[in-house]
């Protein structure tokens, strides 16, 4: 492995019981390091540090204890770790440990993300950090054939929460690992996922930790909700198209058009873990999130009842009928106004003239063919009488 970095330094952080001390001894980092006699499973009660020898490369592993989930023991466990990162020279890599079984991304999660962001004050944070998953051995055990479950659903969630609580920092994906907590010899992915964790730790720049400030108190409840204000309103005339029988289209009333302009502002109500002022139990502060309002546009049509209106005419020889056919705002259409019977004239005498010849020639042709029928009638009949 390529170690730019001579001696990398990763945190180890995540809730209590998410397996940071058996990672720690699947790094191959002895009990007798510790201070005290640490039992298996028994946790870790302050933040401690080791250097190993991972296949030549000095790595310097930082464990802390698990992050409790009541708010004030949250808050004393992570400025703990505040205090001790003081003494530490600088961290690399900042590695949130939680079992397999907690694929669901927690409060108590965002909020130790948060605490470790304004801790650091810098927005590449999220570039130093992964997740590292513990017990992955019991994948196919929880999630059946849904191995994909973190990549899909844990993943997109975690940077989701990350980029809606600041906007445009995380410039890189955040990277997972899993790795398998079974005691005795170590499985051949698990080994992989490792050395793949640690190159990536020493591919990182470090984080400066001398000038650590413990932020203000954990924002332990944050309320998204909106502000709707109506920027503008108009009221004008609706027209409706209107086309009559000569071709021509005409615009005509037909109630009115009301547009009604709505600005929305996002907004983001905090209230933190502890009162900023003791003598103020329920102050908290509301934020405004750095995106651009949005606005929107509402028609609404009052007093309507149609969308256009047609005037057709039919000639059928010298009977002309004429009616208007409507379309109304539901869709449905429906006739008024039919009359007919010579409503209209024609438009001039030649016209009249065609319609009178076309009439006769039409008349003559009909006779003429009665007259071929009924001369030939007798024939047939002849024809039928002879045959029978």
């Not at 920092?169 to 907590?181: G, H, N, Q, Y």
């Not at 400030?213 to 309103?233: C, G, W």
């Not at 198209?241 to 615009?251: P, Q, R, S, Y």
């Amino acid at each position: 492995m390529q170690m730019p970095n001579e001696r990398p330094h990763i945190l180890l952080i995540g809730p209590e019981v998410s397996g940071k001390t058996t990672l720690w001894r699947t790094l191959g980092i002895p009990e007798t390091v510790r201070s005290g006699v640490i039992l298996p499973g028994a946790g870790t009660d302050a933040p401690q540090s080791a250097l190993i020898n991972w296949k030549g490369c000095p790595v310097e592993v930082i464990d802390t204890s698990g992050i409790p989930s009541n708010e004030q023991e949250e808050r004393d466990a992570l400025e703990q770790i505040t205090h001790f990162l003081k003494n530490s020279p600088q961290v690399n890599l900042i590695c949130y440990v939680l079992t397999i079984a907690e694929y669901r991304a927690s409060d108590g999660m965002f909020s130790t993300l948060q605490y470790i962001r304004n801790m650091f004050g810098r927005t590449d944070v999220w570039s130093h950090m992964c997740v590292v998953v513990t017990h992955s051995e019991r994948q196919s055990e929880i999630f059946g054939e849904n191995h994909d479950i973190f990549q899909t659903y844990f993943k997109p969630g975690l940077e989701s929460f990350i980029d809606a609580e600041y906007e445009n920092e995380r410039t890189d994906p955040i990277r997972l690992f899993f790795v398998d907590s079974k005691v005795g010899q170590m499985d051949p992915e698990t080994e992989l996922e490792l050395d793949q964790l640690i190159e990536f730790a020493s591919s990182l720049n470090p984080l400066p930790t001398t000038n650590l400030i413990i932020p203000d108190p954990l924002i332990h409840k944050l309320t998204h909700y909106q502000e709707t204000n109506i920027v503008s309103e108009q009221t004008v005339p609706r027209l409706i198209e209107v086309t009559h029988t000569d071709g021509t289209v005409a615009h005509a009333p037909d109630g009115e058009v009301k547009t009604t302009v709505t600005e929305t502002r996002y907004l983001t109500k905090c209230e933190y873990a502890a009162p900023l002022d003791p003598t103020q139990p329920d102050q908290y502060c509301i934020v405004s999130e750095e995106r651009e309002p949005e606005y929107s546009v509402e028609e609404e049509i009052i007093g309507a009842t149609m969308l256009r209106k047609h005037y057709c005419l039919e000639r059928d020889f010298q009977v002309l009928r004429a009616w208007t056919l409507v379309t109304w705002l539901d869709g449905t259409t429906s006739i008024e106004d039919e009359e007919e019977e010579n409503l209209f004239q024609p438009q001039d005498a030649n016209e009249a003239n065609r319609d009178q010849e076309w009439m006769a020639q039409a008349t003559e042709s009909f006779r003429l063919i009665g007259a071929v029928f009924d001369a030939f009638v007798p024939i047939g009949q002849l024809l039928a009488d002879t045959l029978s």
